[in-house]
């Protein structure tokens, strides 16, 4: 599952796109031109990485969302971790990409979490989130090898014992608050079987936790 769930620029250092223009060529003999720096590095060879010109126009809707009065913004939290992106080579590293967009998402999170508490109430906001996390509770009390549905045995979903597993650390947290991370949510990833779980509903019950780790703060 990629997350391909942004969230600011502190990612690495980046890679030029071009080369040095020669001044000369340029009509400068006294200065070197330079090409402006990408935000992201960018894969080398034929390594795929995030389409540079998607992820530019989503981060600038993402900027002017957030400068937006917030009751008008057409983008937030949910969107951004959702965003996807097409592959291609010579693309942004998809790494510094997701680091971003979890990084913009906390901002979305905590700015939404402000506006709903000061139009709400502290106790509206938290029995929302608690209903959200019984939910998800609910669905992860299933026994081991039924908590989602499978697919067909001719197709390809989650490995079920990995779902299973991480099912079982969601739980933990949800129930007991045992430790766990919005990173480390957003970052699991697993095999494929035939057979397995249905993609879109473990994707669907790791985006929920998300929004309760950020809707709690």
């Known amino acids: 599952m990629t997350l391909s769930h942004a969230h ?29 720096a990408a935000p992201f590095p960018l894969t080398r060879g034929r390594e795929k990485g995030y389409d540079v010109q998607a992820v530019d126009a989503f981060l600038e809707q993402a900027r002017a969302a957030f400068e937006s009065d917030p009751a ?48 709400a109430g502290a106790r509206a906001w938290v029995g929302r989130s608690r209903e959200l996390a019984q939910e998800v509770l609910d ?25 299973d597993i991480v099912a079982d650390r969601l ?9 766990l991370t919005t990173d480390q949510v957003r970052t699991v990833a697993f095999r494929m079987q035939r057979g397995g779980y249905r993609e879109a ?6 985006d929920a936790v998300v929004e309760v780790m950020l809707a709690i703060g």
């Open 72 to 119: 008008e913004a057409t983008l937030g939290s949910a969107e951004v971790r959702r965003a996807g992106f097409p592959l291609v080579r010579h693309g942004y590293v998809i790494a510094a990409v997701d680091a971003a967009l979890g990084r913009i998402e906390d901002a979305f999170a905590a700015r939404e979490r402000e506006y709903a508490l000061s139009r």
């Open 171 to 179: 739980a933990a947290y949800l129930a007991d608050g045992a430790p």
């Open 8 to 36: 600011e620029t502190d990612a690495p250092s980046a890679e030029p796109l071009g080369a040095d223009v020669d001044a000369d060529a340029a009509g400068d003999d006294a200065t070197e031109k330079t090409a402006p």
């Open 139 to 163: 669905r992860l009390a299933r026994p081991r090898g039924r908590r989602f549905d499978r697919v067909s045995a001719l197709r390809y979903g989650y490995r079920v014992d990995e779902v």
């Open 201 to 206: 509903q473990v994707d669907a019950v790791l």
